[in-house]
């Protein structure tokens, strides 16, 4: 006869997730699928159906309620106590493993599960001595069972309860010391905002237009009221992205349009769906300030990549990094592995890693093309200031011939620069349309850059006096406007002029000219 051993209970509490909040995951998991067949049959209408979260890091307690269809109390020992024996269907319900609810075993001294159903006078509590149970693990001497080890650790109570009253609860009662990170309040509300199933953020402009999507799909959104210590939980994107050097961020790019592209395999049935957002793509989103950076694996709504798998699919894994977005995948056979990290191997996963690996190959296109956009915008003012300081110069008088030849031969080369720039620019603009991701991010960055442009207006007259331009074949000079010195004198000048030139910076070097000019007119 056959026996499981005890230390799969191990692997299946502390050996199976790579971080201890993802208990939180697992339970709310476990709650939504319970709110969606309440929801499904009308059990409960009128009623506001929610996952209460509440921590309490003085007693170092947690505890998870939701108040859907509850436990019967003749189903509860079934229920709860197998392990790796759920009822639920592959495919419809975001858990079918039965083993979520074991993870926190290894995180806390007592696990408890109190539960009642509508129509019934009592609770149940169902608790699991986890202190104990992880001691007989470690024993050596103890070879129990899988099975007698539990039965030794679980114990059933049944307490009075109003008729009308329908919930389940987690009590996760002396979390270990090593452990702390399952109460840090802050820490707990960013990973359900990332990693279960709740609404987007109000100030994400473009939620109306995914939720439209899902409508015309006749997909579900999958959401749930989340709360942790009586504040609602939310995806937190936004619009803006952040940048910043000493801890201040501020923005530099923005999010002005989304893009939603479906995934269907051979037979046109559904594999997934995206929507990533169309910004200026400025740079690498940074880490630092944009927790919403990179393109995110979900399935029910649940994160199952947070963007390094994803990264895999871009011919430059960085390539993710200038997204911000989300792909749902939707098939049933698109089945999560135990620890909910990704997909089980099989066609369709691979069906879908094709096609995502070919779609991002054309999203490279956007961040590169936006570069070669704001470049040709840039050799533009480039060109137009150095052409604004000839102008000035023609104006004001050059130091000497070797200035002049300086600022004609640069303006020269931006000029040529410019002209190939904009040449590429505008083959760009007939491989696109408005209707092109890339047709808009271009629109986009001629309205943020041709202001600057209009920005550089002709130098005004010296002294208000029209400007006159000097003989054919002659170039006026600075120091011609020293009247009161010689033209030896101006001669002296002419040579500092020129070695302040050489020596400061081209800024540096003008202001100085200029104080020294001012000076000797006086």
Known sequence: MSKIGKFIIENLTAGMYSESKIIYREYIQNAADQIDIALANNMFPGEDIYIDIAI???SRTIIIKDNATGIPSALVAKKLGDVADSDKELGIDKGFRGIGRLGGLAYCDTLRFITTAKGETIKTIMTWDAQRLMALIQDRNAKDSAEELLNQVISYQTEQEK??????????????????????LDAVRKYISWNTPVPYASKFLYRTEIYSFLEQQCLPRNEYKIYVNDEEAFKNYGTYLYEGSSGTPKKYDEIFDIEIKIFNNANGEMLAWMWYGISRFEKAIPAAYNEMRG???????ILLDDGKIM?????????????????HAVHVDLIPNARRDYFNENHTRNELEAHLEEYFSTMQRLYFGANDVKNAYRKEI???????EYQ??????????KERDKIERDLEIKKVENAKAQKALENLRKKTSINDPLGRVIQKIENTYQPKIDEIAPPAPVNGAKKKNPPQGKTEYVTQRLSKLDKKQQKLVARIYGVINDVLPENLSQELIKKIQDELSK
């Not at 008729?163 to 840090?184: A, M, Q, S």
């Not at 480039?382 to 604004?388: F, G, S």
């Not at 000035?392 to 011939?401: A, L, P, R």
Request: charged content about 35%.
């Open 295 to 301: 393109l995110k694996l979900r399935q029910s709504n």
């Open 392 to 401: 000035k110069k023609q104006i004001t008088g050059f130091v000497d011939d």
């Open 163 to 184: 008729v009308d009253e329908h919930y389940f609860i987690v009590e996760l009662i002396g979390i270990r010391k090593e452990n702390h990170e399952l109460l840090d």
């Open 311 to 327: 990264s895999q699919f871009f011919k430059q894994s960085r390539g993710n990094s200038y997204f911000v977005g989300e792909i």
């Open 56 to 58: 309490d890091g003085f």
């Open 382 to 388: 480039l060109y137009r200031e150095k052409e604004l």
